[in-house]
Each structure stands twice: as structure tokens, then as C-alpha cells.
């Protein structure tokens, strides 16, 4: 079946704008990560969807940055009034089950470049 | 805070030889344990994963294990091919109710022909 997608697979933005990016999880998957790899950097975990359970938010940096999942399928990450610091690729991993028992599939990512 | 250090930063090596990969996390409280590729400009593919239950893993010419005591994890590829010219990351999830996972930033990895 069809892997993790993820739109755009580019966005270029001016710093002050507000940017939304999609992720389109493998079916039946019922947990969702977005993380972050600035350049040079490691992944940074943002944010986590587990079923109908309260995301855990702990790796978002700022209040600018947001997201929601509709149910068990898509996801949307907001950044509100880019910066500069938010240029990085943004990739969404999905899994089967909960937790960190089972394997995290990923998506290609959005590259975010904010001028 | 989990930290995961991985070494060497980079390696060249000719096509053939056989290479270890190391991983080491700063809490050795790990859960599972996840190696990845990422290939320049792409998304992460998944390679191995050690589940809690586990010590190893394998899969073709690439053997994955995990010393839970002292929080450090080998990936070793056999028989090297240029194909496999890649970064390395390896992931450590810290336990069943907790998703994320921490990642090292990888190993570089280039097989010359």
C-alpha cells in the first residue's frame, strides 16, 4: 500500500507568514509524529498523535507552531508568523500501534525555507 | 534529557568491507531501538527495529543489536556496496506509552567502487 505522503514537498515563505503542511498517514495507522531536521542537525521531535488520546506536545518550540490530526487519519502542522530558525524539513512518521513498540515509517518531508 | 551520539560522524570505505556502526544513548533506559537511511534529499527509510523483547535483529547483510545494560546499540553491514552510501541514524524510544523516539545525528557513510 501507499507509504506516508507529505505536502508541499517545498514551501518557500517570507517571514511573517503563517504556513500550513499535510501529512497523509499509511492507512491504519493509528500513532503520528511530526519532527523537524534543521540543517546539520539531528531529528527534533515536535508532536505526537496517539488514537483519540490528548497529543503530547512536549517538542513544539513555540506557541507559533500547532497541529491537529482529523481522527486517525490526516494531520496538519501550522506555523504561525515564520521566522527565519523555522527553515528545516519537516517530516511525519506514522506506526501501527501505540507507543514506541512498533516501527515508524516516514514520509519524504516539506522543506520549509522562510526568507 | 536523552542524549544519542553516534560514531563515526563519517566513513569512507572501499566496496567489501564489512562496517560497524555505533550508537550510544546518555539514558540507557531504552524501550526499542530503530536504524534508518536517509539518502541525500529524501525522507528516512526504516531498516531495523529491536523491539523490548529483543537483542538483535536482522535483515540481508545488515545485523542490528542492543545492550539495553549500557544503552548502546551496533549496526554492522557485511560485504559493503556502494549502494549503501547513505547517512545512518539510529533512534531510541524510551518506552510503551511514550511515542517519540530520540535520534542521533547519524553516521555518513560513502562506498567507494
Known amino acids: 500500500g501507499a507509504g506516508v505522503s507529505q505536502s508541499p514537498s517545498n514551501k518557500v515563505t517570507e517571514k511573517g507568514k503563517d504556513v500550513e503542511l499535510r501529512c497523509d498517514p499509511i492507512s491504519g495507522h493509528t500513532a503520528l509524529y511530526w519532527y523537524r531536521q534543521r540543517l546539520g542537525q539531528g531529528l527534533e521531535f515536535l508532536i505526537y498523535f496517539q488514537g483519540n488520546s490528548a497529543p503530547d506536545k512536549s517538542g513544539l518550540p513555540s506557541d507559533r507552531f500547532s497541529a491537529e490530526r482529523t481522527g486517525e487519519s490526516v494531520s496538519t502542522l501550522t506555523i504561525q508568523r515564520t521566522q527565519q530558525e523555522d527553515s528545516a524539513v519537516y517530516l511525519c512518521?506514522?506506526?501501527f500501534g501505540s507507543g514506541g513498540a512498533n516501527e515508524q515509517f516516514f514520509g519524504p518531508g516539506t522543506r520549509l525555507t522562510v526568507l | 534529557k536523552q542524549e544519542v551520539t553516534q560514531i563515526p560522524a563519517a566513513l569512507s570505505v572501499p566496496e567489501g568491507e564489512n562496517l560497524v556502526l555505533n550508537c550510544s544513548f546518555t539514558?540507557?533506559?531504552?524501550?526499542?531501538l530503530q536504524w534508518f537511511r536517509q539518502d541525500p534529499g529524501k525522507g528516512l527509510t526504516s531498516l531495523l527495529l529491536i523491539q523490548s523483547s529483543q537483542r538483535e535483529q536482522t535483515s540481508g547483510r545488515l545485523n542490528a543489536s542492543l545492550d539495553k545494560s549500557s544503552g548502546r546499540s551496533t549496526l554492522y553491514i557485511a560485504a559493503s556496496q556502494p549502494g549503501d552510501s547513505a547517512t545512518y541514524l539510529c533512534a531510541g524510544g524510551r518506552g510503551s506509552t511514550l511515542g517519540r523516539l530520540y535520534f542521533g545525528r547519524g553516521t555518513q557513510l560513502t562506498v567507494w567502487p
Open positions: 512518521a506514522s506506526s
Open positions: 539514558d540507557s533506559a531504552i524501550y526499542n
